[in-house]
């Protein structure tokens, strides 16, 4: 039996935005078997400092608590994981995040006789980027595929550049779940997820919005929301030039539309027809069996994500909306993505529960990690990923690297704080700008 049988079980999440906290600390509860509220299971989060570190208003708003949070660097997070003693650490980064740990991990735990399980994953759809992502997730223990059908893709990359598959453990979405829905409400509710990235120009975010708007002013007997992910100079897990609290003021709206922010899944209890481009909310209405629809205004493109609902029997344009079209999911696509509306979601996480208890009780131990990527197979790759986290090709931390031996003074913590916030005015005011003097 694992050491965690006879005292308290310790987990930790490294995460570096709202969105990956959210699914890196819902998964990790989701891992663990029995009650996740027992005070013998003890979660340690940690937010990997950068652009998109969430704000305290965002960590509240996504409501996933640990017994301990805090900021750390790169550098910071594998000192404290060579003090720490934990059984299970749930990486939530971006891939070259979690490919710069697994090395600076391996390097930290060397000699070391017993380690954590390192679990990694996606936080939603993945529709691009795929043998990169993959690739740069290859090495923890198990790499979590959301749905049968990316359990199925992620495997055929592996195998087909020789890398073992075996980390590869079918789950489905960890924030999937509540009441399905069963009727219209008074008033009826139309939703739109608006995503910070998708679509990224001035052009195709104020078209939404203005179909947002005609469709509310067409039907004043609904009440149509603009669901948003985060306020203006606060980052998600992708960057969001043009807000859409920017793109409204101004503009003559009816009193039944309206911006709201807040839980996901307390706005879809209320909602009776769930609109995005391609957010991973719509995941979430559909396992609600909530009507959802997929734009296809902007076609149907790899750029908007929209593709990967090919086949969904979501796709549907504005026009149809506003005509009164309510779009029927195809059952076999939904079942083949995870989404688990058939009621097989309490099982979701049982196979990665055993793996996970198998590789805790394994005798001597767990081997070292074993990332795909090494200085032999990319070695024009890796060192840049590597170096961008203030490490050496080895993993170890690089001359000069951020301390670790004490928490940051007011004086750093502010500098930190105005480097942050200069980071997010030059994305949101100052990048724009200059991209549309460049098109001039």
């Not at 740990?101 to 996606?122: D, F, I, K, S």
């Not at 749905?147 to 199925?152: F, I, L, N, P, V």
């Not at 195998?159 to 598959?165: E, K, R």
């Not at 149809?320 to 076999?332: F, I, S, T, Y």
């Amino acid at each position: 039996m694992p050491a965690s049988a006879t005292k308290s079980l310790r987990v930790a999440v490294l995460a570096d935005s709202d969105t990956r906290w959210k699914w890196g600390a819902l998964t990790a509860k989701r891992l663990i078997p029995g009650d996740t509220d027992s005070p013998d299971i003890r979660l340690d989060g940690y937010l990997l400092r950068g652009r998109a570190t969430p704000t305290a208003r965002q960590l509240q708003e996504v409501g996933v608590h640990a017994d301990s949070l805090r900021e750390v660097t790169a550098v910071e997070f594998l000192r404290e994981m060579e003090q720490q003693s934990y059984d299970i650490l749930v990486l939530s980064l971006v891939g070259g995040g979690t490919q710069a740990m697994l090395h600076g991990l391996r390097n930290a735990w060397a000699g070391r006789e017993r380690r954590p399980v390192v679990v990694t994953g996606y936080v939603g759809v993945v529709y691009e980027k795929l043998a990169d992502g993959l690739l740069l997730r290859h090495g923890a223990d198990l790499v979590l595929a959301n749905s049968r059908q990316d359990a199925d893709r992620f495997r055929a990359v592996y195998d087909g550049v020789g890398a073992d598959s075996s980390s590869v453990t079918e789950v489905a979405l960890p924030f999937l779940g509540g009441a399905p829905y069963e009727g219209e409400h008074d008033p009826y509710t139309v939703v739109f997820a608006a995503q910070p990235s998708v679509p990224d120009s001035r052009k195709d975010r104020a078209y939404l919005l203005d179909r947002l708007i005609q469709h509310a002013r067409r039907h004043p007997e609904r009440e149509v929301l603009l669901k948003l992910r985060s306020k203006p100079g606060e980052h998600t897990t992708h960057i969001e030039e043009l807000p859409y609290q920017k793109l409204v003021q101004g503009k003559d709206v009816p009193a039944n539309f309206r911006l709201v922010y807040g839980h996901m899944g307390e706005v879809l209890d209320r909602t009776d027809l769930l609109v995005t481009m391609s957010s991973t909310a719509a995941l979430e209405s559909l396992h609600r069996r909530i009507p959802t629809v997929v734009l296809t205004d902007l076609g149907i493109r790899e750029a908007l994500g929209n593709h990967h609902f090919v086949g969904s029997g979501c796709l549907a344009s504005w026009d149809q909306l506003d005509a009164g079209h309510r779009p029927v999911p195809d059952a076999e696509w939904v079942s083949r993505q995870g989404v688990a509306a058939d009621g097989s979601y309490a099982t979701a996480f049982d196979a990665a529960r055993e793996r996970i208890a198998k590789l805790l009780a394994r005798p001597g131990g767990l081997p070292p990690l074993n990332p795909y990527y090494t200085t032999e197979t990319a070695s024009g790759y890796l060192p840049g990923i590597l170096a961008r986290h203030h490490l050496g090709p080895d993993g170890a931390p690089l001359p000069g690297a951020p301390a670790a031996d004490k928490a940051p003074g007011p004086v750093r913590q502010i500098v930190r704080r105005a480097a942050r916030g200069a980071y997010r005015h030059g994305v949101q005011r100052v990048a724009p700008v200059i991209r549309r003097m460049g098109e001039l």
